[in-house]
């Protein structure tokens, strides 16, 4: 085996001889060496591919990630196996669609559908960014899964891992110029940041019956990663486009915000900002959630430039020792802005333009129908936490189907988890309301406020992360709110929820007006204040609350907004202007 410290100097020179920061090789995580000897990201995923055993070692495990997918285990199935006298775990693949803004045709939906009946565990998941994810796959099912995925011109490439993920940006279908120029930014900038080597095509499709010519292409083309290296980044890396009318992506949670600034009908430029994150380590003290700091302006010739240097500054000065400090938001503190825009303007290679004052106003609620002034008609369908499946209560699924079948939309994917069911005639409209009863699917007009502003990751049984439920746990808690929210007459008010299982924060959780977030068994971190626009940090109102105490905590904070709110205050900006301390002291009085 070579040398990793002198390969990674070596490939660092051969890789921006003018820009590389300096490393402490020696220091490095295990993760670095991993990535540094896989061969561009190959490893050994094809031998151990052809061997029956039931899950990859870490190593593969942590390289799969850049290939769109996670090594888990069943931990419902767990004390059945016990039971059973059967030892180890039931592992199990979760394998992500990347698409870009969400917009997918009604064959690669379909083609999604098919998949999850078929290899999966009969789910499929609507995430938070806009993508979509499959659970229960099995190793063995892998490569026909991905060729299946790739067969409708979809990918999981670059979907996890430390590269540029899923760029997210305003899922609305509305016939103006602006709203079609961010969503291109997105597929180009989607497309710029793809990690550019070979390994995916080798492994997955090489064998593909459809003689695909661009994959063949990919094979045989020279190995390189002229953005990111032979190491990657240091971290993941997220993208999000918003407007300042419409933050319905959360812009500022992502390493690299773009807030598109629009004058008559066209998109004038970009403010850049960077250092987004909402994950931490709680008993790590110096990990923390982050909104993106201003950096620039960038005109649309400018910013994918600009994109690539702030990724530049990002691989060559993260933090490679310490994972659980290795995100943008990291360096940003330990350098402060000034020195990073500077660093940025340096890779740039010429003056950086000053960030303009437009700042975010609004989220956009598209759920129910919207006119795309074309013709054609949207109707935004509530899906809650993005869970697409067929039950006794209601065949999402099924209807979904029905809806691609004889309808033929296109269809866009929420940061909401909700589903933009696109670019129908007039005379479908009755067509897709008559689905959608048939099927016993609730309009997203007959559901509550709160609920459409709802957000749960998937946590439980899935995901090795999650310490308490969230997305099986979070309707509940959504059923007692509804009518103490009723009762206080703020059943119409615009208050976000998001709830995730573990302090990573998939779904935003640190900004929201209240956020739950999983801390130990069947408790719970309160977060309380953040805004509704997505512009402010919310604080901890109560640690290690009791899952059963949830909702009275809740709902005793509700009736102090409606005795003591400002006429038109929002419920985060309450929190915010009463603060922690007396929030505390009235309720408990």
Known sequence: MSNPTQDIAASSDDLNPKHQGPQTVESHSKVEFIKLDSRFLRGEIPAELSTDTDHFTEESVQLLKHHGMYQQDDRDRRAEMRQAGIKGKAFMMMLRTRVPGGKMTAQQFLAELDLCDALGDGTMRLTSRQAVQ??????????????????VRLSTLGACGDVNRNVMCSPVPVNRPYYHQVQALADEISTYFLPQSSAYFEVWLKDMQTG???????????????????????????????????????????????????????????????????????????????????????????????????????????????????????????????????????????PLETFRDVPIQACIDPLGWTDQEDGRWCYGLNIENGRVVDNEKFRLKSALRAVCQQLNPSLRITAQQSLLICDLTPDQKPQLEAILAQHKIKRSEDYSTVRRWSLACVAW???????????????????ELEVHLDRLGLSEEAINIRMTGCPNGCARPYNAEIGLVGKAKEKYTLYLGGSHLGTRLAYVYKDLVPADTLVAEIVSVLEQFKSNRIPGEAFGDFCDRVGQDSLLEACAA
């Open 134 to 151: 499959h659970h229960g796959i099995l190793k063995s099912d892998l490569k026909t899964a991905i060729q299946r995925i790739s067969e």
């Open 461 to 479: 049984p899935t995901c090795s992360l999650a310490i308490t439920e969230s997305e099986r746990a979070l309707p509940g808690i959504l059923d």
């Open 212 to 350: 695909d010519k661009e994959c063949v292409a990919k094979i045989d083309g020279p190995e390189h990663e002229p953005i990111y290296g032979v190491t990657y980044l240091p971290r993941k890396f997220k993208t999000a486009i918003a407007f300042a009318f419409d933050n319905s992506v959360d812009v500022q949670t992502n390493d690299l915000a773009l807030v598109a600034i629009v004058e008559g009908e066209n998109v004038i430029g970009y403010n850049v900002m960077v250092g987004g994150g909402m994950g931490m380590t709680p008993a790590k003290k110096t990990t923390f959630a982050a909104l993106a700091k201003p950096l620039c302006f960038a005109t649309p010739d400018q910013v994918i430039a600009v994109s690539r240097a702030v990724v530049e500054v990002q691989r060559d000065f993260g933090n490679r020792d310490d994972r659980k400090h290795a995100r943008l938001k990291y360096l940003i503190r330990d350098w402060g802005i000034e020195k990073f825009r500077e660093h940025v303007q340096e890779y740039y290679g010429k």
